[in-house]
């Protein structure tokens, strides 16, 4: 049970440093500054927390079966309970919340609940993406699985983070007019 909790742990703190960084940074202010639209910086927010707990949980999941302490697996009633599980939930919560329009951009939502719904939107995605093989009963080449969907995690965050990293003066808006030539 240990492990679940720490899972957890891990997935609330990465989320709360992820926002305190947003927040409390020059960074957040970057990332507004130079991806002005906010579906893209929703998607890249969700990109960069989707490699980081993707390779967060590959380290777990390590420490686990190398037998490293404090890690092992999670079981209830003698049953093996993979992580996929909390990753489905934030999903389904996430899922919800955007239904009830927090966090997506309409209306009076914040940055803040939109950051926030983006980050667990990436976290859940990762839970869950990295337990795909068994959804398929893969057995072998689990290595190469997860080598796609790394790969995959950070050309999204490398497309949806382009402006991000551009020198020079900051893209146009969708508000800033067209110069006349």
């Given amino acids: 049970m240990?492990?679940?909790?720490?899972?957890?742990?891990l997935a609330?703190?990465?989320?709360?440093?992820?926002?305190?960084?947003?927040?409390?940074?020059?960074?957040?202010k970057a990332l507004h500054d130079r991806i002005p639209d906010r579906p893209r910086r929703r998607?890249?927010?969700?990109?960069?927390?989707?490699?980081?707990t993707f390779a967060g949980v590959r380290?777990?999941?390590?420490?686990?079966?190398?037998?490293?302490?404090?890690f092992h697996f999670v079981e209830m009633g003698g049953r093996h309970v993979h992580h996929l599980v909390f990753g489905i939930i934030i999903?389904?919560?996430?899922?919800y919340g955007w239904l009830c329009e927090v966090g997506n951009?309409?209306?009076?939502?914040?940055?803040?609940a939109s950051r926030l719904m983006a980050i667990l939107y990436g976290v859940g995605s990762a839970l869950t993406l990295d337990e795909f093989a068994l959804w398929l009963n893969l057995r072998e080449g689990r290595s190469s699985f997860d080598a796609v969907i790394l790969f995959g995690a950070l050309l999204a965050a490398g497309a949806w983070?382009?402006?991000?990293f551009a020198r020079g003066r900051k893209p146009r808006g969708p508000q800033d007019p067209v110069p006349k030539e």
């Fill in 161 to 164: 983070g382009a402006p991000l």
């Fill in 59 to 70: 380290a777990v999941v390590y420490g686990v079966l190398h037998d490293i302490p404090p």
């Fill in 43 to 52: 998607l890249f927010v969700a990109s960069v927390s989707f490699f980081l």
């Fill in 12 to 28: 609330v703190s990465g989320t709360i440093v992820g926002l305190l960084i947003l927040h409390g940074t020059s960074l957040g």
């Fill in 91 to 95: 999903l389904l919560v996430v899922g």
């Fill in 105 to 112: 951009g309409s209306g009076s939502s914040s940055i803040f």
């Fill in 2 to 9: 240990a492990y679940t909790w720490f899972i957890l742990l």
